[in-house]
T-cell receptor, first 119, second 116 residues
């Protein structure tokens, strides 16, 4: 079974509107972290937002917020007031906690969602 | 320079060539990573170096050989590659805080490799 699933391969969004990108995950580890990265056509992976499994509140970073529903194992990214520069691939990733040295370094990525913002 | 840099940004090589990819991080981190991103496949972790010691080798063919001379530099030496090795190779770094805890990974811009 895939550990990170992003079911939307691509989507259009109108400029200035909000968009929600879906991410579901699969883990039996009680300690884990969830990340969202943005990858423009230039290739660089840009870190956007992080949510820890024990965090009580949903993470927010400027126009980005994470809708964390632990029981459903989902960590959807919400981008508010979309801008043309938001057009990119978006990846959800998970790091599972472990006391084994360096195992906590492993990030598992989903397949990504391509977002195209229309003017 | 800030963040994570990678050189070259683009590389075309024949199957018999030997080349190296370079990554440098200016964030004071102690862990570095190589990832491979192929078309239509999720990002794949290749190698992890923590405190200059290789701690992860994700079943990568021996034609890829990593080197981490210090905590700021990471190389990926390439020899006798195959066309299917054409991909975007991304380097990342993070701060490992011990006991399996590590902070967010920050990525470089990648090297787009084409093997003819």
């Amino acid at each position: 079974a895939q550990k990170i699933t992003q079911t939307q391969p691509g989507m259009f969004v109108q400029e200035k509107e909000a968009v929600t990108l879906d991410c579901t995950y699969d883990t039996s580890d009680p300690s884990y972290g969830l990340f969202w990265y943005k990858q423009p056509s230039s290739g660089e992976m840009i870190f956007l937002i992080y949510q820890g499994s024990y965090d009580q509140q949903n993470a927010t970073e400027g126009r980005y917020s994470l809708n964390f529903q632990k029981a459903r194992k989902s960590a959807n990214l919400v981008i508010s007031a979309s801008q043309l520069g938001d057009s990119a691939m978006y990846f959800c990733a998970m790091r599972e906690g472990s006391m084994i040295k360096a195992a906590g370094n492993k990030l598992t990525f989903g397949g990504g969602t391509r977002v195209l913002v229309k003017p | 320079e800030t963040g994570v840099t990678q050189t070259p940004r683009h590389l075309v090589m024949g199957m018999t060539n030997k080349k190296s990819l370079k990554c440098e991080q200016h964030l004071g981190h102690n862990a570095m990573y190589w990832y491979k991103q192929s078309a239509k496949k999720p990002l794949e972790l290749m190698f992890v170096y923590s405190l200059e010691e290789r701690v992860e080798n994700n079943s990568v063919p021996s034609r890829f050989s990593p080197e981490c001379p210090n905590s700021s530099h990471l190389f990926l030496h390439l020899h006798t590659l195959q066309p299917e090795d054409s991909a975007l190779y991304l380097c990342a770094s993070s701060q490992e805080r011990g006991q399996g805890r590590t902070d967010t990974q920050y990525f470089g811009p990648g090297t787009r490799l084409t093997v003819l």
